[in-house]
């Protein structure tokens, strides 16, 4: 057995000029992430989770901002291919467990349907996939809605080996 965890953090600034995409769905807001792909902070958070576990770095280097082949680049893509390297090396996601910070909208009714896309994206089923929602009860930059952020957690194994 050779299992792998992994941590993923992503943050991104809000604006009334852009659209929410969070974890593969586009989701009703008057604010809108900030970023050069479509700023999925919780598909972001994931793709860097499973890279460290896996040793391939981050989301960053793999897929630069400054690159125009990523200009608006729908991050259910850039996660597919994270799967892609990271099932190259071997290794299979057991879970993932991960938290979004977001004052408003609510997520939980979303929630499902993420956990769909996501388990899809990287072939395990949906009861891997764990996604909470929390505000920041109007606190800092998160609570006074100017940014999302989400944590994400993954474990990995690389099936029939005997080392860690």
């Not at 050069?36 to 897929?63: K, P, Q, T």
């Not at 004052?103 to 996939?129: C, F, W, Y």
């Given at each position: 057995m050779?299992?792998?965890?992994?941590f993923?953090?992503?943050?991104?600034q809000?604006?009334?000029t852009?659209?929410?995409?969070?974890?593969?769905?586009?989701?009703?807001?008057?604010?809108?992430?900030?970023?050069?792909?479509?700023?999925?902070?919780?598909?972001?958070?994931?793709?860097?989770a499973?890279?460290?576990?896996?040793?391939?770095?981050?989301i960053?280097?793999?897929?630069s901002?400054?690159?125009?082949?990523?200009?608006?680049?729908?991050?259910k893509?850039?996660?597919?291919?994270?799967?892609?390297?990271?099932?190259?090396?071997?290794?299979?996601?057991?879970?993932?467990?991960?938290?979004?910070?977001?004052?408003?909208?609510?997520?939980?009714?979303?929630?499902?349907?993420?956990?769909?896309?996501?388990?899809?994206?990287?072939?395990?089923?949906?009861?891997?996939?764990?996604?909470?929602?929390?505000?920041?009860?109007?606190?800092?930059?998160?609570?006074?809605?100017?940014?999302?952020?989400?944590?994400?957690v993954?474990?990995l194994?690389?099936?029939?080996?005997?080392?860690?």
């Amino acid at each position: 057995m050779n299992i792998r965890i992994g941590f993923g953090v992503d943050v991104h600034q809000l604006a009334d000029t852009h659209e929410l995409f969070i974890g593969g769905l586009k989701i009703e807001s008057d604010l809108g992430a900030v970023g050069h792909s479509d700023a999925d902070v919780l598909l972001h958070a994931i793709c860097d989770a499973l890279l460290g576990a896996a040793n391939l770095r981050d989301i960053g280097f793999h897929f630069s901002d400054t690159d125009p082949k990523f200009k608006g680049i729908d991050s259910k893509i850039l996660l597919a291919d994270v799967y892609a390297l990271i099932a190259e090396k071997g290794f299979k996601v057991v879970n993932l467990d991960c938290t979004v910070i977001l004052e408003k909208p609510k997520l939980n009714p979303h929630i499902p349907e993420m956990q769909t896309i996501i388990a899809g994206l990287l072939h395990i089923s949906d009861d891997r996939v764990s996604i909470k929602a929390t505000t920041h009860e109007k606190v800092d930059s998160f609570g006074e809605r100017k940014a999302v952020k989400a944590y994400a957690v993954c474990l990995l194994d690389k099936p029939n080996t005997n080392s860690l």
